[in-house]
């Protein structure tokens, strides 16, 4: 995997793969989105685009359980937080 190759990923990657792999919308590209959030470092998580495009990938992969669980055990949450939250729920259940 072409992610695997870089030295060092700053937040900017993990947004750019989280947002690649919602586009995908696919159980590759959640496969992926699991795989590579285990390796974020935690620091990252304050981040509110990263968690917000991760929040977006598991919507849109279809993965609600984990956006629910992530959503909830993040201490700050934004408007595009809750934005992206929703969007998984409505077109994950439509």
């Not at 792999?21 to 509110?48: H, W």
Request: hydrophobic share 40%.
């Amino acid at each position: 995997m072409t992610f695997e190759q870089i030295k060092n990923p700053d937040s900017v990657s993990y947004i750019m793969l989280y947002n690649a792999c919602a586009q995908m919308q696919s159980k590759e590209g959640l496969e992926l989105i699991r795989n590579v959030s285990k390796t974020i470092p935690k620091s990252f998580y304050s981040d509110v685009k990263l968690v917000t495009s991760l929040l977006d990938a598991y919507g849109k992969c279809g993965d609600i359980t984990s956006a629910q669980a992530l959503f909830g055990s993040l201490e700050i949450r934004t408007i595009e937080m809750y934005n992206a939250l929703m969007k998984g729920n409505i077109c994950c259940h439509v």
